[in-house]
């Protein structure tokens, strides 16, 4: 990661009670050509890919906060319109912040992107989330005003989780939905995850490789379901609508947790009998990737 020398990053950890401190300036002047070249080889990528395979509401996103118009946009710029659709905020961090400090920036409806942007070699990969996956992957979402109220809910429910130790649960909601999710429109799939959309390979693969199984979206199912987070997924989940996305989750998870405390986790292979199947999987990525081993490229 790479935070310029002047901003005001603390000197020690800052505490967690003061999420404030994780905030730095995102120093729009410092970056160079070769970052907004980045960004805008990304984008356009992205620009190809998208319109037949993002959702509705992410592509409106997109226009609504005018991303189209070159290099890595000026937080302050988007912020204007963020603030009057949804009253959702983009403040910039150095990289990955502690749960406890993601969470009440969620819940105070302030999103944490990564100021940095990767290098021209890493266009593909990269660990740490960066201000493409952040600004370009989840911020358009954050227009919509229904997508906008669960991603709030959310952080009030990583506040609970982590109180009743079910963090590693909620954590899955979060992948399998907001980063990796897809949702039906009109009786085809569709792109939300903003780990999707920000990724070349991923935005293909996810719905149109044959391998990975394909699901209707269920809370508990996927709360009990584990996640790769070093190659594509081997299941994705899809949402019916934001609405249900939303309604799911201002439930009360206290006898969901109950239930989960006692339950096993289900491999990443497996449909159950209860699960609605959008599309069986054939899992030859999966296990092509098994065989070769994890190092290779
Ligand atoms: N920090 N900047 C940043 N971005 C994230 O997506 C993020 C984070 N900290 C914690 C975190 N995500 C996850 O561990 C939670 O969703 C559980
Ligand atoms: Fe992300």
Redesign the pocket.
């Known amino acids: 990661m790479s935070t310029d020398g002047k901003s005001a990053a603390p000197s020690s950890a800052p505490s967690p009670e003061a999420p404030d401190d994780w905030i730095i300036d995102q120093a729009w002047a410092d970056y160079t050509a070769e970052d907004h070249a980045v960004w805008n080889t990304l984008y356009e990528r992205q620009a190809e890919l998208l319109p037949a395979r993002a959702c509705t509401p992410f592509l409106k996103g997109l226009d609504a906060l005018d991303l189209h118009r070159g290099g890595i946009p000026e937080f302050a710029r988007i912020n204007d319109e963020l603030k009057a659709l949804t009253g959702w905020q983009v403040v910039a ?1 150095p ?5 406890e ?3 009440h920036l969620l819940a105070n409806r302030r999103f ?3 100021r940095f942007i990767r290098r021209p070699d890493q266009l593909d990969y990269l660990q ?2 960066d201000v493409f996956h ?1 600004v370009f992957g ?1 911020v358009p979402m954050l227009t919509d005003p229904t997508f906008a109220d669960y991603m709030a809910a ?1 952080g009030r429910g ?1 506040e609970r989780a982590m109180a009743l130790g079910r ?1 590693k649960n ?2 899955r909601l ?2 399998y939905t ?2 990796f999710g897809l949702i039906e429109e009109q009786g085809r799939l569709r792109l939300l995850g903003a780990g999707i959309v920000s990724s070349l390979s991923e935005s293909i693969f996810a719905l149109e490789d044959p391998s990975p199984n394909r699901l209707g979206f269920d809370l508990e199912r996927i709360m009990r379901t584990p996640y790769r987070i070093d190659d594509f997924q081997q299941v994705y989940f899809v949402t019916p609508s934001l609405q249900a996305l939303l309604d799911a989750t201002l439930a009360d998870f206290s006898g969901l947790y109950e239930r989960l405390a006692g339950a096993c986790d289900i491999a990443l292979d497996v449909i159950l009998p209860t699960d609605k199947v959008f599309r069986r999987g054939t899992q030859a990525y999966a296990l092509r990737r098994a065989h070769d081993g994890a190092c290779t490229d």
């Not at 990289?95 to 749960?99: A, Y």
Request: hydrophobic residues 50%; aromatic residues 20%; negative net charge.
């Open positions: 961090v990289g990955l912040v502690p749960d400090v993601f969470f944490p992107a990564g740490e989330p952040d989840h959310y990583g963090l909620l954590a979060y992948w907001v980063e």
